[in-house]
């Protein structure tokens, strides 16, 4: 293939990824727009333009949020729910249950930012029920802090209530 053609398959890519962030934003107009970047569109991996708005329902389903609000929240382990805790200890132990890419060199880059300035000050993505905080983004961060505050700290989250 000569450049001309790899340019137009670049630019074609552009415009693909452009119109299926401006769905995902249209789709989820309410929501602060760091949870849309961190959150929604690293979750819809598609990028057939037909099949965007199939995975958009399907996000919006799993996640009947009404509201979101950026709050400072005391963060202990057992702040989260049950299954948010079991996943939260076997990955205080080291495991990587669901094979998570660069998984070490992501807690250590984690491990080095609270060793020189302490708490993240990027929050992470919750939701509220019943059990407590369901921990849907900000894994690496969280286990860290866990690991250097052992009895707690309080940190940043959108906080997503259904």
Do not use: C
């Amino acid at each position: 293939m000569d450049l001309h053609g790899i340019a137009a398959r670049i630019a074609a890519s552009q415009i693909v990824a452009e119109s299926k962030t401006q769905m995902i934003n249209e789709a989820f107009e309410s929501w602060p727009q760091y949870v849309i970047q961190d959150l929604i569109i690293p979750m819809i991996k598609t990028t057939d333009p037909k099949k965007v708005p199939q995975a958009i329902q399907e996000v919006k389903q799993s996640f009947p949020i009404k509201s979101w609000k950026l709050v400072m929240l005391p963060i202990k382990l057992e702040s989260f729910d049950q299954k948010t805790q079991d996943k939260l200890k076997q990955r205080l132990k080291g495991d990587n249950p669901d094979s998570v890419p660069d998984d070490q060199a992501r807690h250590e880059f984690q491990q080095q930012k609270i060793k020189n300035k302490g708490v993240s000050g990027e929050p992470m993505i919750v939701l509220k029920n019943q059990d407590g905080l369901e921990l849907l983004e900000g894994w690496h961060r969280t286990i860290q802090h866990l690991k250097a505050f052992p009895d707690g700290y309080k940190g940043p989250a959108w906080v997503g209530v259904e």
